[in-house]
C-alpha cells in the first residue's frame, strides 16, 4: 500500500527551464508534505515544505504547490542547473504537522543537461 | 553546530547475525527516527525515538530494536540478519516541535550475505 507515490521514476531538462516535480498521496490525514534531495552516498537534503492549510510555498528557485482536493503535489525548480541534478523524494507526515514520522515516496531521478 | 551522523558507513555481516547501528544527533535534537532505503526505492520508516521512549513504529519485525540515551544519541539494532535486510539505513533527527523538518545522516549501507 503506497501511501505516496511519485510516478515518474526519471526526468531530464535543459539548463535553464523549468523542472517540475510531481507527487500524488492518498491519505487525507497527512497535513505536513516535504520535499528531500539526494545524492549518491549521501542522506536526504531538505528542500522545502509546505503545511496543508497552505496551497503554495516559496524559497528561492523552489516552490512547492498543493493541491488537497486532487491529493497531488508538485516541486518546480526555476531556473534548473546542472547541480540540481539528483534523487527527489517527496514526503508526507501526520498529525500536528511534521513529526519525523515520514512516508516517502519512490524518488525521481533528476538530470540537468548543461 | 554539528549536523547529524552515522556509523560505521559500510558494514558486510553474514545472515543470522546481529549488528548495531548507531547515530548521532543534530545539537539541540531530542527526536531520532530511523529510516530503511532499499535500492531503487524510498526510504521506509522503521520507528522513532523521544526523549529516550519509543514514539511510533513501521511495519517492521520486533528484530528491529533501538535505544535512545539521555545525550539523545540513537542506536538502530538487527536481530538474526536476513538477506533483505540488506540496504542503506538512515537515521534523521528533529527538534521534535511541529513543522520541524528532520535532518538526515549519510547512512550506513549494511550488506548482508
Known amino acids: 500500500d503506497q501511501q505516496v507515490k511519485q510516478n515518474s521514476p526519471s526526468l531530464s531538462v535543459q539548463e535553464g527551464r523549468i523542472s517540475i516535480l510531481n507527487c500524488d498521496y492518498t491519505n487525507s490525514m497527512f497535513d505536513y508534505f516535504l520535499w528531500y534531495k539526494k545524492y549518491p552516498a549521501e542522506g536526504p537534503t531538505f528542500l522545502i515544505s509546505?503545511?496543508?492549510?497552505?496551497d503554495k510555498n516559496e524559497d528561492g528557485r523552489f516552490t512547492v504547490f498543493l493541491n488537497k482536493s486532487a491529493k497531488h503535489l508538485s516541486l518546480h525548480i526555476v531556473p534548473s542547473q546542472p547541480g540540481d541534478s539528483a534523487v527527489y523524494f517527496c514526503?508526507?507526515?501526520?498529525?500536528?504537522?511534521?513529526?519525523?514520522?515520514?512516508?516517502f515516496g519512490q524518488g525521481t531521478t533528476l538530470q540537468v543537461k548543461p | 553546530e554539528t549536523g547529524v551522523t552515522q556509523s560505521p558507513t559500510h558494514l558486510i555481516k553474514t545472515r543470522g547475525q546481529q549488528v548495531t547501528l548507531r547515530c548521532s544527533s543534530q545539537?539541540?535534537?531530542?527526536?531520532v527516527s530511523w529510516y530503511q532505503q532499499a535500492l531503487g526505492q524510498g526510504p521506509q520508516f522503521i520507528f522513532q525515538y523521544y526523549r529516550e521512549e519509543e514514539n511510533g513504529r513501521g511495519n517492521f519485525p520486533p528484530r528491529f530494536s533501538g535505544l535512545q540515551f539521555p545525550n539523545y544519541s540513537s542506536e538502530l539494532n538487527v536481530n538474526a540478519l536476513e538477506l533483505d535486510d540488506s540496504a542503506l539505513y538512515l537515521c534523521?533527527?528533529?527538534?521534535?516541535?511541529?513543522?520541524?523538518?528532520?535532518?538526515f545522516g549519510q547512512g550506513t549501507r549494511l550488506t548482508v550475505v
Open positions: 545539537s539541540g535534537h531530542n527526536t
Open positions: 534523521a533527527s528533529s527538534p521534535g516541535g511541529v513543522d520541524a523538518e528532520a535532518f
Open positions: 514526503a508526507a507526515s501526520k498529525g500536528s504537522g511534521n513529526t519525523g514520522k515520514l512516508i
Open positions: 509546505i503545511s496543508s492549510i497552505k
